[in-house]
């Protein structure tokens, strides 16, 4: 894939992005089915149905742009999900520790996204094509909020959990 | 290694942000001497030097937690060198875009460094460790700021660049 225009970052970007969406939407019913606290198990589950209309968002983008989904594999994403997948399969780990495992997993794949999502509706912003930057955008607060009720779940409640065991 | 209390996961993550660093002042040499815009190249020069000292703000947590370092390589970090590694071996790309995607990709390491340091710190907080707390939180600032440098470099000036190519 060429990289000689901010449209064609803007492209690898996004098919990046759609990777680690796919990948994600395979991944959150294992951290659903995994976690102890209803409160998180609910939180991955909300997230799960975010993910599924993010994805759509950003198939949008491609009618939008133009583009053709190329098949790449975000391999940073898939990193992280098999750190948070590492800990599903660790024997005899505290349930409640494990808790405060998956959200410190989570976060990070949060993380990704929001730097992901930034770059590119910046792209996006710069070369004046609002209806992308709208889209990505929306997405963009979507996962600055599913970042910050990780938070709230472990300040309120997961930490103190795992550090009782 | 186990994991059966927050201790531990304090451990663990802390083991992982240690080789994260470690792997950060290996890349950030390439990427500095990647970069175009004389403005990206100084800001990786400023990063690697605090990079350096949030390695060893790491190592002043381990004994103050007794920790012996285990060689545990963070996979995670990997990926995210190893995808700005790939805009480095990219042949003919455009030296404006190409600066556009190594910001793409430092943002999206500091992103993991904040998720990490944030769990970090709140684990430590919790258990009432000040002094743990008090060195991840200086770093967790340092990354936030080297994110929101980088954000600034992009907006001001590589962004506009790369779409005038």
Do not use: W
């Not at 939008?64 to 005899?92: F, P, V």
């Not at 955008?137 to 600055?144: A, G, N, P, Q, S």
Request: charged share 35%; aromatic share 4%.
């Amino acid at each position: 894939m060429s990289l000689n225009s901010l449209d064609e970052l803007l492209s690898e970007q996004l098919q990046d992005l759609y990777s680690a969406e796919k990948q994600l939407i395979d991944a959150l019913p294992k951290l659903a089915s995994a976690a102890k606290s209803p409160r998180l198990r609910k939180a991955f589950e909300d997230h799960l149905e975010e993910t599924k209309l993010q994805k759509e968002r950003l198939e949008r983008a491609f009618t939008e742009l133009g583009i053709k989904k190329n098949g790449h594999t975000c391999k940073a994403m898939k990193g992280l999900i098999e750190e948070g997948e590492e800990l599903l399969k660790k024997r005899g780990i505290d349930k409640d520790v494990r808790d405060a495992g998956l959200i410190a997993a989570a976060q990070r794949v949060e993380h990704y996204e929001i730097a992901a999502y930034g770059c590119a509706r910046a792209y996006a912003d710069r070369m004046g094509k609002q209806t992308v930057a709208k889209l990505l955008d929306e997405t963009l607060i979507e996962e600055k909020e599913a970042d910050q009720k990780l938070n709230i779940i472990a300040l309120d409640e997961v930490n103190a959990k795992a550090d009782e065991t």
